[in-house]
């Protein structure tokens, strides 16, 4: 697509539930990125994808996160037995190279 | 590893007035990226400006522009000739050469008055 999609673009969870979280990428953007963004704050890296290579989970917060990236194309983002302190706006981003970051609209996570 | 540091987290500015947002950063890398994007409320990160550590000269995109200075890292944004669909919050991003995920400050508001 000509961007970045993400979806649901908002959700309300209960706490203790699972849930999914998807970013489809620019296609041919070899790497895709998560990002949490908690209110007033700034951008906090979770994990990193790049063509078939391994990813990097450095900045996953916690066992309960997982993502994975099927095809090299789309992405979801695994959150299990939420928390409320999970809630925060969670920005997807592709990149082609260094060129620059595109990012989607991100889905707003609200964990009640 | 990398930080980056927005220290004005609000800012204001007068329309058609021109304001310089802050950043320093702190990395062991030799060869980098720095960027500045912005974010209206409507939570769409846009990218601004792209600067190659590399590069001397300061980028420019329209009126917005860098400067750059290696040696202190530091690299503000000005903003010429403000407009209100110019308020937001901005972040200033670094990245590596390597292609690692960007490194972001904590951002700064900005606000454009009539």
């Known amino acids: 697509g000509a961007g970045v999609s993400q979806s649901p673009s908002n959700k309300v969870t209960e706490k203790g539930k699972d849930v999914e979280l998807r970013c489809d990428p620019i296609?041919?953007?070899?790497?895709l990125y998560w990002y949490r963004q908690s209110l007033g704050q700034g951008l906090e890296f979770l994990i990193y994808?790049?063509?078939?290579?391994?990813?990097?989970k450095s900045g996953l917060p916690s066992d309960r996160f997982s993502a994975e990236r099927t095809g090299g194309s789309v992405s979801t983002l695994t959150i299990q037995r939420t928390q409320q302190e999970d809630s925060a706006v969670y920005l997807c981003?592709?990149?082609?190279?260094?060129?620059?970051?595109?990012f989607g609209s991100g889905t707003r996570l609200t964990v009640v | 590893a990398q930080t980056v540091t927005q220290s004005q987290p609000e800012m204001s500015v007068q329309e058609a007035e021109t304001v310089t947002l802050s950043c320093t950063y702190d990395?062991?890398?030799?060869?980098?990226?720095l960027f500045w994007y912005k974010q209206p409320p409507s939570r769409q990160m846009i990218l601004v400006i792209r600067?190659?550590?590399?590069?001397?000269q300061n980028a420019t995109e329209n009126r917005f522009s860098v400067n750059f200075q290696k040696a202190a890292k530091s690299f503000s944004l000005k903003i010429s000739d403000s407009q209100l669909g110019d308020a937001a919050m901005y972040f200033c991003?670094?990245?590596?050469?390597?292609?690692?995920?960007?490194?972001f400050g904590k951002g700064t508001s900005l606000l454009v008055t009539p």
């Open positions: 600067q190659e550590a590399y590069k001397q």
């Open positions: 296609s041919g953007h070899t790497a």
């Open positions: 990395t062991s890398e030799s060869d980098y990226y």
């Open positions: 981003a592709s990149s082609l190279d260094t060129e620059g970051y595109t």
């Open positions: 991003a670094c990245d590596s050469n390597s292609g690692y995920a960007l490194n």
């Open positions: 994808f790049q063509g078939n290579s391994a990813p990097d």
